[in-house]
């Protein structure tokens, strides 16, 4: 599964989006997935804040099942890689999947 969302990501980001993201910098990702997430998924809402150490982006109103949790840590991980990021850590720290309100991922990188 990671391989396949590593491989998602660099599909979905040309490399058009690549360059100009790394003149923008990671943050800049972080602070557009609501927008980028509404591109590719008709429902569910992203909501991402500045941490001291990085983002947490907030997933809510999207079903979906364990494994498409499970590839978007990978699929994150890969997309910040790609506009420049250097070791990139991505938690999926709530799941709803485990009576959680919402998906909560924790990301940070150098």
């Known amino acids: ?9 660099e599909q979905d980001l ?3 989006h690549r360059m100009f993201l ?33 983002y947490v982006g907030t997933l809510t109103e999207f079903e979906s099942d364990p494994v498409y949790c499970r590839m978007l840590v990978p699929y994150m991980k890969r997309l910040l890689e790609l506009v420049g990021a250097k070791r ?15 998906c909560v991922f924790s990301t940070s990188w150098e």
């Not at 599964?1 to 990501?9: D, S, T």
């Not at 990671?26 to 557009?32: F, I, L, N, T």
């Open 1 to 9: 599964m990671e391989e396949f969302a590593r491989h998602g990501a």
């Open 14 to 16: 040309t490399l058009f």
């Open 22 to 54: 790394r003149i923008a910098n990671p943050a800049y990702v972080c602070e557009k997935v609501g927008d980028y997430w509404s591109r590719f998924h008709t429902h569910g809402k992203w909501q991402s804040r500045r941490v001291e150490r990085g």
């Open 88 to 102: 990139v850590q991505v938690t999926h720290t709530e799941c709803v999947h485990r009576g959680a309100k919402a």
